[in-house]
């Protein structure tokens, strides 16, 4: 009986998602135990800081002095640009937007399933987390949260077999969806023709196709190009621009949630969304993600 | 009577506990394909020592605990791990009897039924094969089974679960 029950339990887990808030519910159960096992890196996080010597603190406070000035003198450009992009757009009669709402949430150091490519991170609803959020870090897009419990979250990384994250190449817009591998340095993106305009060195980043990521987030830089003429498509493979199996710290983001960040610009650009991206690549659109729903595709604007 | 059967009830709840901490606590990056299925191997002691008190209902609830902590498939574990009770408290005299390296050949194959079942479930919904190493958390387990049997005997003993 306890088999059969199983057997229900997990189609409809894997075909359903009404099991979501039980999941939710009940990972209140397991809670505690990721909590415990957090310890021994909490404690050795606050030995490392609390031990520290003055001298190591004061050279950090300077190269942390340093970089932010430079990114400060980079950001002066950046609003002199951001609002340019803006008036343009305007012109073009597109919105744009820059700047989501973003929480930083720390992940658990919590092992699960060795061959999933999955996440703890220790924000949950209670902290509005969604199933579905986007999940960067410093340096690129990480993945999006699939369980959101209600003080920690489970998220999949981009490089899960079961992962698709749509994109384009930074340099010419070219638009494709970057499937995950299962190896945690390795994206692939197997849907390029032979004859697109694609090379070794070239930055991907997300569409913002599938209203799921926002547009404009760095993915990956693509690692190999190889042209087979007897296949109809190129097999291009790209690295992730995320340390997925390094960072600490990750970014949540809202989308659709802007910051203040916006409030440069004196009249903020309203609806007719990316109409133009949807209607030019319909077929992207509709495989962009495994989790998505093709509905969601025009959802992205506030 | 009822006394004694709840007997040492948190022992038993202890040492689950800490097999759930151990699925999960943190491992170094190439170890962590090796790690052995401790709550299967908890599962399968006290199925094997106590079958009146840990039996299928509790393989099934450990199951459900396991895919709530490693973000599987809800009921996944809870499937194998019934499996293995199952099979564990019909055979349980027997196993009481042979010592304890021809329990671990057993367990051997109790845990490669686990992950045979796992594979099939995750083959199923569309994951992708698995590397040799897959296998290898089985082994493991056969190799460190006589030590969780001592440990798990002498706490059995020390706090007289019975």
Known sequence: MLVSLSVVLMVMDHRFKSLESVRNTLSLLVYPIQLIVE????????????????????????????????????????????????RLRELLDSSFEIGEKVLIAELMSVNLDPYKHQVVINKGELHNVYAGQPLVDADGVMGQIVHAGPYSSTAMLITDTSHAIPVQVNRNGLRTIALGSGTINRLELPYIPNSADIQPGDLLITSGLGGRFPQGYPVATVSAVQHDPGNAFASVVATPLAHLNRSREVLLIWPGHTTDINSVVSAPVEASAEKADTEAAPENGEAADNHSTAADTATATP | MIGSRQHGGGVIAFTFIIALLLTVIPLPEGLRFLRPDWVGLVLIYWCMALPHRVGVASGWFMGLMVDLLTGTLLGQHALSLTVIAYITLKFHQRLRLVPVWQQSLTVLVLLVLHQLLALWISRIIGRPGVPWYFWMPSVLGMIIWPLVYVTLRGLRRGFRVS
């Open chain 1, 39 to 86: 310890i021994p890196g909490t404690v050795t996080d606050w030995l490392d800081e609390s031990l520290a010597t003055r001298r190591k603190l004061q050279e950090e406070v300077d190269s942390l002095r340093t970089q932010q000035f430079m990114q400060q003198a980079q950001m002066q450009k950046f609003a002199a640009l951001q609002a340019e992009n803006i």
